[in-house]
């Protein structure tokens, strides 16, 4: 059955991967352009379509892999990522037979012992485990009770569906890391190592048990804010009891309205709670799709005051931590934006790691300022609604930018970068109004003097750079100078320099892409003349022009 399960998800990928390098590398480098842009977004869909299909077939890890995928916006096409967007961690529910066998077999005791209740229905079936309503019996000052909680059961072999899925997408992340291109942005093999480690801390139930005690922990002094209490007693690795906070879904647009709760509030109030995870915790739910995600309204007040209600999360196998250096580099970036500093935001890339080494930085800074001056404070339908000239022209002024994508990924940013990707589009979809800017300057700007305050030393440095910078003024003119006289005086290019290097690349490939057919030709001649050894050698010439060509642009 693995081994059945390894082959094809080997072969899925091998078609698509032999498909897009026929279609999107091979056609464009041999002159046929035109031909390969021509129904290039179906047969995008259409790929997008297959993998969620085989998906929801086979669960899995594959799911989590849609999930990922979809918030892959710096390197899929926008085709792929809309077929995605809506994939959810729900495939079929397994047999309750199996479902009990794994439960008694971790509580080492029938059902029936365990609880008061257990529903053989699942309110949920996931990809890992499946999540069923209960009633656990409780001994406390008032005598005994019966508490409703919620059980998560994995389902059966699920350690090792996970083994076989990650084997196989090691050889595939191989595959695709040998094109040099997307290699330069991102290096998939330790993307997937990253993954593969989160994804068996979300498949141990006592790793998710002491995330959901944890943050608790960071938001014990909130009362907006709930989690669930874990129940020890009926927990093991495989078998987590919850404390039943079930509520209004956040997407259940139409109930919240109903509760009297405002959608935008509720979008604030989600967006906060992040920037407290990720600025002060370093510690943050990693997965914030809906289904993890609820709304408790209070009782109504008799004054006709606003109704109060409890934001609820849900689910804390997949967690993230945000080391030093991150933090730095996104706070950094946090102050850029309240400021609308296009130096800074370099400066943030730079802490984070996310640029190339032969990066502009100039043309980015300039690039970024320029965004501060058209997108700053509007909202997501008010940059929609923007004339397609005033994008183009954005295109246009920084194409040698947006050609090169000087920017790669960390792996360390694999659940951060998924995580508000999601976070995004569900505050969009509480407010279509969200503006981020005005809802992070706020806390920007709060940070920026709680931090001035405090750390003085931060004031000293910036002064001391300031001081370094003025003294050494006299000295680099002097140079300048000197230089000019000299006639020594270089201008740096970028521009220039980045399109002879694109030139330089398209002549390459232009040169492979002649050997190839013509080697081709040769071949189809032999072999049609009878001789096999010498069609096999041009054949051989032609393999090696291809492998080439699409390995080394």
């Known amino acids: 059955m693995e081994r059945r399960r390894y082959r094809r998800i080997l072969w899925f990928f091998a078609r698509v991967l032999i498909a897009a390098a026929w279609w999107d590398i091979f056609l464009p480098a041999v002159g046929l352009r035109r031909l390969s842009a021509r129904g290039r977004s179906q047969r995008y869909r259409r790929a997008a379509a297959a993998f969620r299909q085989l998906a929801v077939q086979m669960g899995g890890v594959l799911i989590k892999v849609g999930q990922f995928l979809s918030a892959r916006l710096d390197v899929l096409p926008p085709e792929i990522i809309q077929e995605l967007a809506d994939l959810q961690d729900e495939v079929q529910p397994e047999d309750f037979t199996e479902i009990r066998r794994v439960a008694e077999s971790e509580l080492q005791a029938p059902l029936e012992e365990r609880y008061a209740w257990f529903d053989p229905q699942p309110i949920a079936?996931?990809?890992?485990?499946?999540?069923?309503?209960?009633?656990?019996?409780?001994?406390?000052?008032?005598?005994?009770?019966?508490?409703?909680?919620?059980?998560?059961?994995?389902?059966?072999?699920?350690?090792?569906?996970?083994?076989?899925?990650l084997s196989a997408l090691r050889v595939v992340?191989?595959?695709?890391?040998?094109?040099?291109?997307?290699?330069?942005?991102?290096?998939?093999?330790?993307?997937?190592?990253?993954?593969?480690?989160?994804?068996?801390?979300?498949?141990?139930?006592?790793?998710?048990?002491?995330?959901?005690?944890?943050?608790?922990?960071?938001?014990?002094?909130?009362?907006?804010?709930?989690?669930?209490?874990?129940y020890w007693s009926h927990t093991t690795q495989r078998v987590l009891t919850l404390e039943d906070v079930r509520g209004i879904k956040i997407t259940d647009y139409a109930a919240i309205e109903a509760a009297g709760i405002p959608r935008s509030e509720v979008a604030v109030r989600l967006f906060n709670t992040y920037l407290q995870q990720i600025f002060e915790d370093r510690f943050f739910h990693a997965d914030p799709h809906p289904g993890n995600l609820f709304i408790q309204p209070g009782p109504l007040p008799a004054?006709?005051?606003?109704?109060?209600?409890?934001?609820?999360?849900?689910?804390?196998?997949?967690?993230?931590?945000?080391?030093?250096?991150?933090?730095?580099?996104?706070?950094?970036?946090?102050?850029?934006?309240?400021?609308?500093?296009?130096?800074?935001?370099?400066?943030?890339?730079?802490?984070?790691?996310?640029?190339?080494?032969?990066?502009?930085?100039?043309?980015?800074?300039?690039?970024?300022?320029?965004?501060?001056?058209?997108?700053?404070?509007?909202?997501?339908?008010?940059?929609?609604?923007?004339?397609?000239?005033e994008a183009l022209q954005f295109m246009q002024e920084f194409s040698g930018l947006l050609y090169e994508m000087p920017f790669q990924l960390p792996e360390n940013f694999i659940l951060l970068g998924r995580c508000l990707a999601i976070l995004s589009g569900i505050c969009t979809g509480l407010d279509a109004e969200f503006n981020i800017w005005t809802s992070v300057a706020p806390y920007g700007e709060k940070l920026m003097r709680s931090e001035g305050g405090q750390n003085w030393k931060t004031w000293?440095?910036?002064?001391?750079?300031?001081?370094?910078?003025?003294?050494?003024?006299?000295?680099?003119?002097?140079?300048?100078?000197?230089?000019?006289?000299?006639?020594?005086?270089?201008?740096?290019?970028?521009?220039?320099?980045?399109?002879?290097?694109?030139?330089?690349?398209?002549?390459?490939?232009?040169?492979?892409?002649?050997?190839?057919?013509?080697?081709?030709?040769?071949?189809?001649?032999?072999?049609?003349?009878?001789?096999?050894?010498?069609?096999?050698?041009?054949?051989?010439g032609a393999l090696t022009a291809l492998i080439a060509l699409l390995l080394f642009p």
Request: glycine share 6%.
């Open 173 to 230: 992340a191989g595959w695709v890391h040998r094109y040099r291109p997307l290699r330069k942005h991102v290096n998939l093999p330790a993307l997937l190592e990253e993954f593969s480690q989160s994804l068996f801390e979300e498949i141990q139930y006592l790793h998710e048990g002491k995330n959901a005690e944890t943050f608790a922990a960071h938001f014990a002094d909130r009362a907006d804010v709930r989690v669930p209490q874990v």
């Open 460 to 540: 000293i440095s910036e002064a001391g750079k300031i001081l370094q910078t003025a003294v050494g003024l006299p000295m680099r003119a002097d140079a300048l100078i000197s230089r000019l006289e000299q006639g020594k005086l270089e201008v740096r290019t970028p521009d220039l320099r980045a399109q002879l290097a694109r030139l330089e690349r398209s002549q390459r490939r232009t040169a492979a892409a002649v050997v190839f057919a013509a080697f081709l030709l040769t071949a189809a001649q032999l072999y049609l003349a009878g001789s096999l050894l010498l069609a096999g050698l041009a054949a051989g």
């Open 303 to 389: 004054d006709g005051s606003p109704r109060p209600w409890t934001l609820v999360f849900v689910d804390f196998g997949m967690v993230g931590t945000i080391s030093p250096n991150v933090l730095d580099g996104l706070r950094e970036g946090l102050f850029a934006v309240v400021t609308r500093d296009g130096a800074r935001v370099v400066k943030a890339y730079q802490i984070l790691g996310v640029l190339l080494p032969n990066a502009d930085l100039e043309l980015l800074e300039q690039a970024n300022n320029r965004v501060f001056e058209r997108f700053w404070g509007k909202t997501s339908p008010e940059i929609l609604e923007m004339k397609s000239e």
């Open 125 to 165: 079936a996931a990809s890992i485990g499946q999540v069923h309503a209960a009633r656990l019996r409780v001994m406390d000052e008032h005598g005994q009770r019966e508490l409703p909680v919620v059980v998560k059961v994995q389902r059966p072999r699920i350690e090792a569906v996970v083994k076989v899925d």
